[in-house]
C-alpha cells in the first residue's frame, strides 16, 4: 500500500514569491492533516481536513496561507507572499478517519522550503 | 493553552541499556496518547499509542500512562543504536487533533 505522498520534497524560494505544496493521502483515508514543524520542535497543526471540509483551521495564518481539498482526496497548501520565517518542514499526514485525533496518523515524507 | 513537555536531551545511554523518555500534558481531558520516532530528515513514525492508564508493551517498547499524574512514559529495552532518533510524544486534548511536544533526541552508544 502506498504511503502518503508529498510534493515537492524540497523548495528554494526567493521572499515574497508563492509557493505551494501538494499532498496525496493513503487510499481511503478520509482525514488529512498539514503540519508545520521547524527545526528542533514537533509538527505544528495548521489544518484538519475530513473529507473536503476544513474542520480545524485555527491555526492556519490566513492572510498568507491558504489550502483547499477539493474532492475530499488531495489537497494544495500555498503561501502567498512567502517570509523568511516559513522557511520549515511542511509535513501532510492522513488518517482513516475516527472522531477526533484518536486514530492514527500517517506521516508523507514532508517538503522542506527554504526562504531566502 | 495546551501544551505537551518534554525534555529535549539529549538522553545518552549505552546499547543494551533501558531507555527511559518522559512526557507531562497540560489537558486533563486528554484522550489518547502517542509517541512517535523520528530519524533525522525524515518523517515522524508512529511507535506505540496508548489510552488507559497503565503500561502497554509492544516488543522492545513500553508505554506507560499516568492520567492522575498526566504524564506518559515510553521504555526502551536492550537500546540498540538503531533507536538513536527523536521521540515525539503526542497528546489528544479532549477530541482535538494531537499537539505534539518538542520532542527528545535519544543517542545509544555502541
Known amino acids: 500500500e502506498a504511503g502518503v505522498v508529498q510534493s515537492p520534497r524540497y523548495k528554494i524560494i526567493e521572499k515574497k514569491q508563492p509557493v505551494a505544496f501538494w499532498c496525496n493521502p493513503i487510499?481511503?483515508?478520509?482525514?488529512l492533516y498539514w503540519y508545520l514543524q521547524n527545526l528542533g520542535q514537533g509538527p505544528e497543526l495548521l489544518i484538519r481536513?475530513?473529507?473536503?471540509?476544513?474542520?480545524?483551521d485555527s491555526q492556519l495564518p490566513k492572510d498568507r496561507f491558504s489550502a483547499e481539498r477539493l474532492k475530499g482526496v488531495d489537497s494544495t497548501l500555498k503561501i502567498q507572499p512567502a517570509e523568511l520565517g516559513d522557511s520549515a518542514v511542511y509535513l501532510c499526514?492522513?488518517?482513516?478517519?475516527?472522531?477526533?485525533?484518536?486514530?492514527?496518523?500517517?506521516f508523507g515524507p514532508g517538503t522542506r522550503l527554504t526562504v531566502l | 493553552q495546551k501544551e505537551v513537555e518534554q525534555n529535549s536531551g539529549p538522553l545518552s545511554v549505552p546499547e543494551g541499556a533501558i531507555a527511559s523518555l518522559n512526557c507531562t500534558y497540560s489537558d486533563r481531558v486528554s484522550q489518547s496518547f502517542f509517541w512517535y520516532r523520528q530519524y533525522s530528515g525524515k518523517s515522524p513514525e508512529l511507535i506505540m499509542s496508548?489510552?488507559?492508564?497503565g503500561d502497554k508493551e509492544d516488543g522492545r517498547f513500553t508505554a506507560q500512562l499516568n492520567k492522575a499524574s498526566q504524564y506518559v512514559s515510553l521504555l526502551i529495552r536492550d537500546s540498540q543504536p538503531s533507536d538513536s532518533a527523536t521521540y515525539l510524544c503526542a497528546v489528544t486534548p479532549g477530541y482535538s487533533t494531537l499537539t505534539f511536544g518538542k520532542g527528545t533526541m535519544l543517542l545509544v552508544s555502541p
Open positions: 487510499s481511503g483515508h478520509n482525514t
Open positions: 496508548i489510552y488507559s492508564n
Open positions: 481536513y475530513e473529507n473536503e471540509e476544513a474542520v480545524d
Open positions: 499526514a492522513s488518517s482513516f478517519g475516527l472522531a477526533g485525533g484518536t486514530d492514527t496518523q500517517y
